[in-house]
């Protein structure tokens, strides 16, 4: 009996590692958002979504773009209203209200230019 309680406590590890990654902000998930670094310069920036019904910080994060990368978040919102915030480290910054939408379908897109951000949102 020892036997197979330790190979049930081997493969429940093994699962529970498995499952960890799909906790992750980049899981393989429907994408919420999209930033994109349309400058021809590196960018290091900050990004905040917070819930409006009730101020729950849903993402914080600090990315630091090359030129023409772009970073994903998935699964943040899940059809909630939320404020987007999204500055640039000695660059614009700027503010959006978005709502995911019940069907989860939506996403926001945010390109950074040299001297504004763009937030477009539309229906995958």
């Not at 309680?5 to 980049?26: P, Y």
Request: a negative charge; aromatic letters at 6%.
């Amino acid at each position: 009996m020892e036997l197979r309680r330790r190979t049930f406590i081997g493969g429940f590890s093994l699962a529970v590692l498995g499952f960890s990654g799909c906790l992750g902000v980049n899981s393989g998930g429907t994408t919420d958002i999209t930033i994109a670094n349309e400058t021809s310069n590196t960018v290091t920036t900050s990004i905040h979504v917070t819930q409006l019904s009730n101020d729950t910080q849903l993402l914080d994060d600090i990315v630091t773009l090359d030129a023409g990368e772009t970073e994903e978040y998935e699964e943040v919102v899940s059809g909630a209203q939320v404020e987007v915030s999204l500055s640039v480290e000695n660059g614009p910054e700027d503010t959006y209200e978005w709502s995911d939408g019940e069907s989860d379908a939506q996403e926001v897109h945010i390109d950074i230019n040299d001297d504004s951000i763009a937030f477009s949102s539309f229906v995958d």
